[in-house]
């Protein structure tokens, strides 16, 4: 069965800085493409950063551009994100994403197969 566990989220402050874990089971993690997506209240899904199988490439959404990073451990079953420079437009539910593949990286969280239940990140002071 496969399972994508997000953990690491919490209440920061405006600046502040959470890193985001997502543990992966069930699957042979390091065939799949991977990807963040967040959802803030009341909007759609937000897709936030993605990173191919091996960490070889990565992609970020411009907003999130040089506040967030992120990677891989492939060892580990395990994808991470480090949020620094946190703004309260950042507060959502973070979810990872999962997809079978060694070439190319979605931006489009529909082109996800396989999704986490999100961990909750609330920015506020």
């Known amino acids: 069965e496969v399972q994508l566990v997000e953990s690491g989220g919490g209440l920061v402050q405006p600046g502040g800085s959470l890193r985001l874990s997502c543990a992966a089971s069930?699957?042979?993690?390091?065939?799949?493409?991977m990807s963040w997506v967040r959802q803030a209240p009341g909007k759609g899904l937000e897709w936030v950063s993605a990173i191919s199988w091996n960490g070889g490439s990565t992609y970020y959404a411009e907003s999130m551009k040089g506040r967030f990073t992120i990677s891989r451990e492939n060892a580990e079953n395990t994808m991470y994100l480090q949020m620094n420079s946190l703004k309260p437009e950042d507060t959502a539910v973070y979810y990872c994403a999962a997809d079978p593949r060694l070439v190319g990286l979605p931006t489009a969280p529909t082109e996800y197969r396989y999704w986490g239940q999100g961990t909750q990140v609330t920015v506020s002071s």
């Open positions: 069930g699957f042979t993690f390091d065939d799949y493409a």
